[in-house]
């Protein structure tokens, strides 16, 4: 059971590393960082380590969001593992579908979470 688990893991993870390293590859300019305005003062140093604060703060709560959904999707394949195995192989139940869909559906919205800033 126990590999069937890590094994979705990995699969999730593969799923998700082509996006991280695509994200890092790309300026920090073109993923919509905040960059000064033409003609406008130039932020003074409390402005700055203000927006510093703010962005170090999103982070955190989106790494806790993403710990959570990350823990959520464990939970959900421990679940569908134990599902399938109490099925027999003539049937599998419509809870198992939804399950599995469940499942990609918070594999992708871990996904978008990781690459988002």
């Not at 305005?37 to 927006?51: R, S, V």
């Not at 962005?55 to 823990?71: G, P």
């Not at 419509?94 to 988002?116: D, G, H, N, P």
């Amino acid at each position: 059971m126990r590999a069937i688990v890590a094994a979705l893991l990995v699969v999730t993870l593969l799923m998700i590393a082509p996006s991280w390293a695509q994200d890092a590859s790309t300026p920090l300019a073109q993923r919509g960082a905040q960059t000064h305005p033409p003609g406008a003062p130039p932020p003074t140093p409390a402005e700055i380590e203000l927006q510093k604060r703010m962005a170090k703060q999103r982070n955190q709560e989106r790494f806790a969001q993403l710990k959570k959904d990350t823990d959520h999707l464990l939970e959900l394949a421990t679940q569908l593992k134990k599902s399938v195995d109490e099925a027999n192989d003539q049937t599998l139940s419509l809870e198992v579908i939804r399950k599995a869909e469940q499942i990609e559906k918070l594999a992708k919205q871990v996904r978008q979470k990781m690459v988002a800033e």
